[in-house]
Nanobody
Framework: QVELVESGGGLVQAGGSLRLSCAAS????????MGWYRQAPGKQRELVAT???????NYADSVKGRFTIFRDNANNQVYLQMNSLRPEDTAVYYC???????????????WGRGTQVTVSS
């Protein structure tokens, strides 16, 4: 099986920074895109940022210029550096990976269990 485990969440004041980490482990042949999503209370889960295996990135407009996604392909890890945090960034942040479990082209999508980020005003 495959497991994604997030870490690095917590409570921070507005204007502060946090770095989230996500490690993928298990039956992994290769990982295509990895990403971070978030879900605030009463809202739908939304995309925060994604990164391909080649390093191409995509960000939600609300986090552009404040958040940076990067990954360590050798260790199947992805990170989210969050700066200038705002109260509206408060949410559970989930790690996501599209990966192959063998040499076939079939892709599987996995999610972590999430890590809470709370930004106080």
């Amino acid at each position: 099986q495959v497991e994604l485990v997030e870490s690095g969440g917590g409570l921070v004041q507005a204007g502060g920074s946090l770095r989230l980490s996500c490690a993928a482990s298990g039956n992994i042949f290769s990982i295509n895109a990895m990403g971070w999503y978030r879900q605030a209370p009463g809202k739908q889960r939304e995309l925060v940022a994604t990164i391909t295996s080649g390093g191409s990135t995509n960000y939600a407009d609300s986090v552009k210029g404040r958040f940076t996604i990067f990954r360590d392909n050798a260790n199947n890890q992805v990170y989210l550096q969050m700066n200038s945090l705002r109260p509206e960034d408060t949410a559970v942040y989930y790690c996501n990976a599209d990966l192959r479990r063998d040499s076939s082209k079939r892709l599987y999508t996995y999610w972590g269990r999430g890590t809470q980020v709370t930004v106080s005003s």
